[in-house]
């Protein structure tokens, strides 16, 4: 007789191809409709599952875990960031959690670039003009934003997506800044010819355009706090695709509405969906809903990982993604 197939909990909708193949490898348990699992659902599939497979909008805090069944050995995030899971609760209690770095490197920096560009450049304004019939043609002084060409581009966080920034910013003639907690390769420096700077606030008095890609956990909590936002010169523009906890966004809002700072390009917020209400009220800033990864390829190469993560892991072997704790 066949061995019995893991039961695999899939909290969200993922891509027709890899749900069909969840199918085929395992005992998927698919959520056909999307809707967001309640607490109270998410408690009952980490009773039942063998193997949950979580998103960004699941939290798998403590009180989850401590609920969780004696079969639960695998919690296969489908996505990088695993910040809505407990990983200290979930390592005492054996349970091995995956992400799905790399495949989401060059779409995230894809979107991060399009907002470096589009706040500067007023595009979103300028579109909700011409939308709203209100465009009277073109004018010598008409919308002029600002040039990013000659700027200085200050990225907070240089692992893979922000160098994937760098190259991308480089291209469009922006010098390259950066602070990490360890200063990247000299030959990766060279290339992207970029400066390091050991102290973020010294960064971030001297760019003209901040963009954040390090990982939200309890040591980058507001990083970009009301302190160091203050730092920022009144003409520079702030740019986030990583997570909105990295921003105090109610002081960064503040500074927006008193032109404090130019603009905001931003695709994550603190309290995900909401967003704070005076953020849409201001053309100097670009919104989106959280938009970094979302291609038909990057979510099925995030899939094909997670799939990837589950079958080594019931063949007994160490799955590539394993997340842990130290890393962070
Ligand atoms: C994903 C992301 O869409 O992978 C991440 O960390 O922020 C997004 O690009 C999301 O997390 C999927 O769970």
């Known amino acids: 007789m066949a061995p019995k197939k893991p039961l695999v909990i899939v909290t969200r909708k993922l891509p027709d191809a890899i749900e069909t193949r969840m199918m085929e490898l395992f005992d998927a348990r ?15 599939a980490v009773k039942q599952a063998d193997v949950l497979v979580p998103t960004v909008t699941d939290r798998v805090d403590a009180g989850i875990l401590a609920q969780a069944g004696s079969n639960l050995r695998l919690i296969a995030n489908f996505g990088a960031g695993v910040d809505h899971i407990d990983l200290a ?6 349970i091995t959690v995956t992400n799905t770095p790399d495949v989401l490197t060059e779409d995230t920096a894809d979107m991060t670039m399009a907002l470096i560009l589009a706040v500067p450049r007023r595009l979103a304004e300028g579109e909700r003009l011409v939308r709203a019939g209100r465009w009277g043609g073109w ?29 991308r910013a480089k291209g469009f003639g922006l010098s390259i800044h950066y602070h990490n907690r360890r200063r990247v390769h000299p030959e990766i420096e060279a290339e992207l010819e970029a400066t390091y700077w050991e102290s973020l606030d010294q960064m971030l008095a ?30 520079s523009y702030v740019v986030n695709t990583s997570r909105g906890e990295l921003i105090d966004e109610n002081a960064l809002t503040r500074m927006l509405q008193k032109r404090e700072i130019a603009g905001a ?21 670009v919104l989106l809903p959280h938009l970094g990864s979302a291609t038909i390829e990057g979510r099925t190469d995030m899939g094909e990982k997670v799939l990837i993560n589950i079958k080594t ?15 962070l």
């Open 30 to 44: 698919l959520n056909i409709d999307d809707h967001p699992m309640t607490k109270a659902e998410l408690t009952e």
């Open 89 to 94: 609760s979930a390592r005492q209690r054996g």
């Open 139 to 167: 004018g010598p002084t008409f919308m002029m934003g600002h040039r990013i060409w000659g700027k200085r581009l200050g990225i907070i966080g240089m692992g893979r997506i922000g160098q994937a920034v760098a190259r």
């Open 206 to 235: 001297r760019m003209d355009v901040i963009s954040v890609h390090c990982p939200h956990t309890p040591a980058t909590y507001h990083l970009l706090s009301a302190r160091r936002l203050k730092l920022l010169q009144p003409h």
């Open 265 to 285: 390009g931003l695709d994550v917020f603190e309290h995900e969906p909401a967003v704070n209400p005076k953020l849409l009220e201001l053309d100097s800033v």
């Open 313 to 327: 892991h019931i063949d007994g072997h160490s799955p590539p993604d394993r997340v842990l704790a130290s890393m």
